[in-house]
């Protein structure tokens, strides 16, 4: 069943307060989600160059591989040296 009622126009204080102006850095890993349930937690990260992936603890990306996942972020290992990656704004 679909609704056919048509939603109405975003309030602008709501707007202003659901947008982070700049909260990405297009040339870095960025995190945007974690969801799942707690002794499996996924990320949804996007990458430098734009793509959108799915990832695990374990994983390899270009920027590192995955060594944990928690409900505040996720950490990466590259070259010895981990980094923590947060939620924008959070």
């Known amino acids: 069943m679909t609704n056919t009622v048509a939603a109405g126009a975003t ?3 709501v707007a ?4 982070l102006a700049n909260a990405l850095d297009a040339s870095v890993l960025n995190l945007l989600g974690i969801f799942g349930p707690a002794d499996d937690l996924r990320a949804l990260i996007r990458l430098p160059g734009g793509r959108v992936h799915q990832v695990t603890t374990g994983n390899r990306l270009s920027s590192g591989r995955i060594v944990a996942i928690d409900e505040t972020g ?3 290992l590259k070259n010895g040296r981990t980094t923590r990656i947060t939620i924008p704004g959070s």
Not at 16 to 19: E, L, V
């Open 16 to 19: 202003a307060q659901a947008t």
């Open 74 to 76: 996720l950490m990466v």
């Open 11 to 13: 309030p602008a204080n």
